[in-house]
């Protein structure tokens, strides 16, 4: 048997400049994001007969890769070559899909690290985030980016740069370990209820990419965050998080029509009444999960002013995908 344990990942700054029609026309898109302690696990095992199983939300069982049902299985087992009868379980830390957490990338990344292994071999994380990226958006052309891969196989606080010729530079960000753990007490995450699926708001910012003048020059402007974001960091000035954050917040809703919606935007209304300086909804929006900067001694207000919502504790991640389990 084999087990990897892969990072979810929390976004800053930039989200929506790893998509190609971004970082083609404009030279180069960034993100500044973060691992945290919420993991995708999955777990390997040869299977006496001459069949697939695999357990996920339903059972399945396959006789042959090509028939798997399941899209990022079936497309991560093509991608890795492997024929070998499997018993492919997988179990995660907060709900998989529609999260805004980067899971399905996580999912992926995971499962190519654990086939990997299987073979014997040792993947880099380089080799764990390209091969998800070409699962999911070569192979199934999802239309996504690649920030979620990337920050699934390294782990840690990253700047991340999408180069036009769709390489991807890996920049860690550097803190004392005292402003690491300050810039863990500020932020606070709350589970809305809502799921959604982010290919519909991803399809039309790509779209409006493409076709918007202003919506490219908005998208401009995000990526410019983290850069700034990036400085910040470094300099150890963890409080910029929260006012670029709501700067981007505001700049993110112009994108698409479904980032937001009244009972959202209610929900960031009462957190900044609340004492936070910041937030935005993780992934492309529309539901999942809302991130919150704010004072620590202001927490206790903003988790009782929102306490119709799921209050999650979470710490920053420093280490990416590993395998954590290896019995022959």
């Known amino acids: 048997m ?5 990072p979810f990942r929390i976004s800053f700054c930039g989200g929506g400049s ?6 083609r026309r404009a030279g180069y898109g960034a993100v500044v994001s973060t691992a945290i302690d919420k993991f995708a696990y999955i777990a ?3 299977f006496f007969e001459n069949k697939f199983v695999l357990k996920y939300s339903q059972t399945e069982v396959s006789d ?5 049902k399941h899209p990022l299985i079936r497309e991560c087992l093509l991608h890795t070559k492997t024929t070998e009868p499997l018993e492919i379980t997988s179990f995660a830390d907060i709900p998989s899909s529609g999260s805004g957490l980067g899971s399905s990338s996580a999912f992926s990344v ?9 073979q014997g071999r040792m993947p880099s994380h380089e080799m764990c985030a390209d091969g998800a990226c070409q699962v999911e958006i070569e192979r199934l052309h999802e239309p996504i980016g690649k920030q979620d891969q990337y920050a699934a196989a390294y782990g840690g606080l990253n700047y991340i740069r999408f180069n036009a010729d769709g390489s991807v530079h890996v920049d860690p960000i550097i803190m004392r370990r005292e402003k690491h753990q300050a810039l863990t007490n500020h932020l606070v995450m709350f589970y809305t209820g809502i799921t959604r699926k982010a290919s519909s708001i991803l399809s039309e910012q790509k ?20 850069d700034r974001l990036r400085e910040e960091l470094s300099e150890g000035r963890i409080e910029a998080v929260g006012s670029l954050m709501h700067e981007g917040w505001l700049l993110k809703k112009q994108m698409a029509s479904g980032v937001s919606s009244p009972h959202l935007d209610e ?30 001694e202001q927490r206790p207000a903003l988790i009782a002013a929102l306490s119709d919502l799921r209050h999650i504790d979470f710490q920053l991640e420093r280490q990416g995908t590993r395998i954590i389990y290896v019995d022959y």
């Open 18 to 23: 790893d998509l190609a029609e971004f970082y």
């Open 44 to 46: 390997l095992h040869r």
């Open 64 to 68: 042959d890769v090509a028939s798997i």
């Open 207 to 226: 779209n409006n990419l493409s076709n918007n003048e202003a919506r490219y020059q908005t998208m401009c402007a995000m990526r410019d965050q983290a």
């Open 2 to 6: 084999i087990i990897s344990k892969t």
């Open 267 to 296: 929900i960031y209304a009462r957190a900044l009444a609340a004492g936070a300086t910041g937030g935005k909804l993780l992934g492309a929006g529309g539901g999942g999960f809302f991130l919150f900067y704010c004072a620590p």
């Open 110 to 118: 995971g499962l190519i690290n654990a086939l990997l292994a299987q």
